[in-house]
């Protein structure tokens, strides 16, 4: 009874605020539109390139993780560990906050103890920790094309997902997913 008295515009705008939540859930939930995730990444050090989509209809794509372990391996000792799925997803989601798709550079992924080590002994001033998250899977050094480090870095910082370093003189952001803290 109380529907036969409102107005046609007092109905149909419940019913289309209800289609439009219907829509925008559905798009938030993977249904429509972008299910994917996706990284580019070029590795200064091997000049190799990689993009892949990590993660597809709401999970890890195994395939695409072994190709990212393989390619964030230990450039030195050719050591391959499992990359953290979380740190992907960290720095997915750093360069979407700043509205980017660029391709990020890597300086550094996994470090075998080895080739920690080695950095270690070669500069005790560099910063290289004894009980690194690099040798973890769980850092990466990079630029991302197109952005100035100092705002990566804010991007990473403001996400507070980890472990964020600035190494302005080197140009190059560290990110982790170790406990939140900056240097």
Same mark, same amino acid.
């Given at each position: #009874?109380?529907? %036969?008295? #409102?107005?046609?515009?007092?109905?149909?705008?419940?019913?289309?605020?209800?289609? %439009?939540? &219907? *829509?925008?859930?559905?798009? *938030?939930?993977?249904?429509?539109?972008?299910?994917?995730?996706?990284?580019?990444? $070029? $590795?200064?050090? !091997?000049?190799?390139?990689?993009?892949?989509?990590?993660?597809?209809?709401?999970?890890?794509?195994?395939?695409?993780?072994?190709?990212?372990?393989?390619?964030?391996?230990?450039?030195? !000792?050719?050591?391959?560990?499992?990359?953290?799925?979380?740190?992907?997803?960290?720095?997915?989601?750093?360069?979407?906050?700043?509205?980017?798709?660029?391709?990020?550079?890597?300086?550094?992924?996994?470090?075998?103890?080895?080739?920690?080590? #080695?950095?270690?002994?070669? *500069?005790?001033?560099?910063?290289?920790?004894?009980?690194?998250? $690099?040798?973890?899977?769980? %850092?990466?050094?990079?630029?991302?094309?197109?952005?100035? &480090?100092? &705002?990566?870095?804010?991007?990473?910082?403001?996400?507070?997902?980890?472990?964020?370093?600035?190494?302005?003189?080197?140009?190059?952001? $560290? #990110?982790?997913?170790?406990?939140?803290?900056?240097?």
């Amino acid at each position: #009874m109380y529907a %036969a008295k #409102m107005k046609p515009k007092t109905i149909l705008l419940p019913i289309l605020l209800g289609l %439009a939540f &219907t *829509s925008f859930a559905t798009i *938030s939930q993977g249904k429509i539109g972008a299910d994917q995730r996706s990284l580019s990444f $070029h $590795h200064t050090h !091997t000049n190799e390139r990689l993009e892949v989509v990590y993660w597809e209809d709401g999970e890890y794509v195994d395939s695409a993780l072994d190709d990212i372990n393989r390619f964030l391996s230990d450039f030195r !000792t050719g050591d391959v560990a499992d990359i953290d799925p979380s740190l992907l997803d960290l720095i997915y989601d750093v360069r979407a906050s700043l509205g980017s798709e660029g391709t990020y550079q890597i300086i550094s992924a996994y470090r075998s103890p080895k080739t920690n080590e #080695m950095l270690r002994s070669q *500069s005790a001033s560099s910063g290289v920790a004894k009980k690194s998250q $690099h040798i973890l899977g769980k %850092a990466i050094d990079v630029r991302l094309e197109g952005v100035p &480090t100092a &705002t990566l870095r804010d991007a990473a910082i403001r996400l507070q997902r980890g472990g964020v370093g600035y190494y302005e003189a080197s140009d190059f952001v $560290h #990110m982790d997913t170790g406990r939140v803290r900056r240097w």
